[in-house]
């Protein structure tokens, strides 16, 4: 199991998580929701790495891997794709993948192998060799998850998969997720505006609110949550601008 218990971080009077205790098991695929500003990026952040918790702990199996850097937490089965694309632009689709994979510290031929899996798997075999800066945007964001499976991960955080994809796009994303966690037996923390697609995904959804967790669930009982409804789901949320607040 992947969790956080009690994680605090709080940037000059901002409290962007306050307490959070998350879990995802292997093999799940939890959907982590909230407004703008709620602190979803700033917790997975948090439980890749990047952003150190003032308080609170984040364990990987039996292993507090609270203070270990990214790239520990890499090679030990995290992967994650950040909010906006972030590819290497002047390397080839091929590449980004490999490359991904390498640095988490697969051997050549390992890194080889798993990259002609993951284009196939994606789709992403015809455009192999373009360079990703080239890719149209949904080609882009297959790419990102691609290279956050490079890392041969137990677990993947995803920030935003869909943002910016048409309907056709963000269901074939949801297939390919689903066809990933059943064949890596992956767990999987999405993060995502769009809510049908995340009721759709998801057997359990976490919603964060101003940095504490309002409620936990299955999507059935998460969307009937009047504390969600109000805070998020309900007229508010269809404000709601995804990645608006980078
Ligand atoms: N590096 C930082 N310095 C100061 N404040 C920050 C920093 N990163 C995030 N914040 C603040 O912390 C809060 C949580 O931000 P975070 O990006 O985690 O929200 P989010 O839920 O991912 O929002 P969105 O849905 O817009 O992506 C916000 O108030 C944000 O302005
Ligand atoms: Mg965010």
Request: net charge negative.
């Amino acid at each position: 199991m992947l969790r956080t218990d009690d994680v605090r971080v709080h940037f000059e009077g901002v409290r962007a998580i306050d307490g959070v205790s998350l879990s995802v098991d292997r093999g799940e695929i939890l959907g982590l929701i909230g407004p703008n500003g709620a602190g979803k990026t700033t917790l997975v952040n948090v439980i890749s790495g990047i952003q150190p918790p003032d308080s609170g702990t984040v364990r990987l199996g039996e292993d507090d891997i609270t203070a270990w850097a990214p790239p520990r937490r890499a090679r030990a089965g995290l992967g994650r794709t950040f909010q906006g694309a972030r590819l290497f632009d002047r390397l080839s689709v091929e590449e980004n993948v490999e490359a991904a994979a390498v640095s988490a510290g697969l051997r050549r031929r390992a890194a080889r192998a798993r990259t002609d899996e993951l284009l196939a798997i994606f789709r992403l075999e015809d455009v192999a060799h373009r360079d990703a800066s080239t890719l149209p945007h949904g080609t882009a964001r297959r790419l990102g998850v691609a290279r956050a499976l490079a890392v041969a991960p137990i677990y993947v955080l995803l920030d935003e998969p869909a943002a910016g994809l048409d309907e056709e796009e963000s269901r074939e994303l949801v297939a390919l997720l689903r066809d990933i966690r059943d064949r890596y037996e992956v767990g999987l923390v999405v993060i995502e505006h769009d809510v049908p697609l995340i009721m759709a995904l998801c057997e359990r959804i976490h919603v964060l609110h101003h940095g504490e967790t309002l409620a936990v669930g299955a999507p059935a009982a998460i969307a009937k949550d009047p504390q969600v409804i109000d805070a998020y789901l309900g007229e508010a949320g269809h404000q709601e601008v995804p990645g608006a607040g980078g």
